[in-house]
T-cell receptor, first 113, second 112 residues
Framework: AQSVSQHNHHVILSEAASLELGCNYS??????LFWYVQYPGQHLQLLLK??????LVKGIKGFEAEFIKSKFSFNLRKPSVQWSDTAEYFC???????????FGAGTILRVKS | DAGVTQSPTHLIKTRGQQVTLRCSPK?????VSWYQQALGQGPQFIFQ???????QRGNFPDRFSGHQFPNYSSELNVNALLLGDSALYLC???????????FGPGTRLLVL
């Protein structure tokens, strides 16, 4: 069965600090990978996705993620966070050809101004 | 461009009751998936509807059932509610059953 592990449940950073949120998945086949974000009081929004091609993908609001197949990882990065990045971030995976998204438990990011 | 909409936004039920939640997909989307998100956890896949049929089901009991209508909207029904069914129920839509899913705001269900 597929599973997704997010390394940190809570992260606190000061504005302008760099961010890296870890995500590892377990599945032996080809996968599609996603990061979703949930800002306070809002619904889940797609931040970025990887289906194939360049393993470094860029998303909205300056976020990027790198797919490292050998490590089964899809870590999310941002060079300089802003107070408005305070949110909960979810990594998700689905098997190519599959229907369901399997989510990690989420990482709550708080950015101090 | 209307996004995914869900109704109601909040619901309170008692144990043993039945509930129906509704979802309208994003304009142009034909596939609806339902997820349950318990407090402090990531969403868990319940099932997906495509072409009015259940295409895949997660690890949920038969008390959870659904339907998709010809206009692609969908309902999630939960019978014989348990306290543990209290959660945020999310609907996601996509164009095709293997494409990127876009989420609605959810229905928060509280079972007393």
């Amino acid at each position: 069965a597929q599973s997704v592990s997010q390394h940190n449940h809570h992260v606190i950073l000061s504005e302008a600090a760099s961010l890296e949120l870890g995500c590892n998945y377990s599945y032996g086949g080809t996968v599609n990978l996603f990061w979703y974000v949930q800002y306070p009081g809002q619904h889940l929004q797609l931040l970025l996705k990887y289906f194939s091609g360049d393993p470094l993908v860029k998303g909205i609001k300056g976020f990027e993620a790198e797919f490292i197949k050998s490590k089964f990882s899809f870590n999310l990065r941002k060079p300089s966070v802003q107070w408005s990045d305070t949110a909960e971030y979810f990594c998700a995976v689905n098997a190519q050809g599959g229907n369901k998204l399997v989510f990690g438990a989420g990482t709550i990011l708080r950015v101090k101004s | 461009d209307a996004g995914v909409t869900q109704s109601p936004t909040h619901l309170i039920k008692t144990r043993g009751q039945q509930v129906t939640l509704r979802c309208s997909p994003k304009s142009g989307h034909d596939t609806v998936s339902w997820y349950q998100q318990a407090l402090g956890q990531g969403p868990q896949f319940i099932f997906q509807y495509y072409e009015e049929e259940e295409r895949q089901r997660g690890n949920f009991p038969d008390r959870f059932s659904g339907h998709q209508f010809p206009n692609y909207s969908s309902e999630l029904n939960v019978n014989a509610l348990l306290l543990g069914d209290s959660a945020l129920y999310l609907c996601a839509s996509s164009l095709g059953h293997q494409e990127t899913q876009y989420f609605g705001p959810g229905t928060r269900l509280l079972v007393l």
